[in-house]
């Protein structure tokens, strides 16, 4: 389960030209026994997804659980301490349902500060780090200020830059998968 925002919602593409759904025809292809369910909301915030996470793991009982949240959150100037405890309840919340955890990793342009962006940009690995789990290290590494891979608005992968996204996350879940 892919559990995120509308980097993982396929923002003003289809949902076929989503990294998402790239990801789960590569898992169709290799014939891997999963099925790939993409629970990510467009606007979703660490504390929304906080207060839908149990009711999506009993839905859709997942074993890996792919946490995609906390752009909207910093992009809001969100204090990171809250971010922080948020995702690490989430993990928690992950592994109490039997699932393995992947935390994906989110990188803020420094306008609100050198500080802030930094302790956005670590909070990830750190949480990974304390918690065990499987770290994706920057969704857009390599598509982030790329006009020719995003939308419009600079901020959303358009199709080319979906591709590129999902070779990022496949390498972090291939061994879960397998």
Do not use: C
């Amino acid at each position: 389960m892919v559990f995120g925002d509308s980097l993982s919602a396929a923002y003003n593409l289809s949902m076929e030209q989503g990294w998402v759904r790239i990801v789960a025809r590569r898992v169709e292809a290799a014939k891997l026994p999963w099925q790939v369910v993409n629970a990510s909301i467009t606007g979703e915030t660490t504390s929304g997804g906080l207060s839908r996470l149990a009711e999506d793991l009993r839905r859709h009982k997942p074993a890996i659980v792919v946490i995609e949240l906390g752009a909207n959150d910093a992009l809001r100037g969100l204090p990171v301490a809250g971010m922080r405890s948020n995702l690490e309840k989430m993990v928690r919340m992950v592994k109490q349902a039997r699932a393995e955890p992947v935390l994906v990793g989110m990188m803020i342009p420094p306008n609100y500060g050198i500080d802030y962006a930094a302790q956005f940009r670590d909070m990830y690995a750190k949480l990974a780090s304390r918690n065990d789990a499987a770290l994706v290290p920057f969704l857009l590494e390599g598509v982030a200020g790329r006009p020719s891979l995003n939308l419009e608005d600079g901020i959303h992968p358009n199709a080319e830059g979906q591709k590129i996204v999902a070779a990022n996350v496949l390498p972090h879940l291939s061994g879960l998968l397998r």
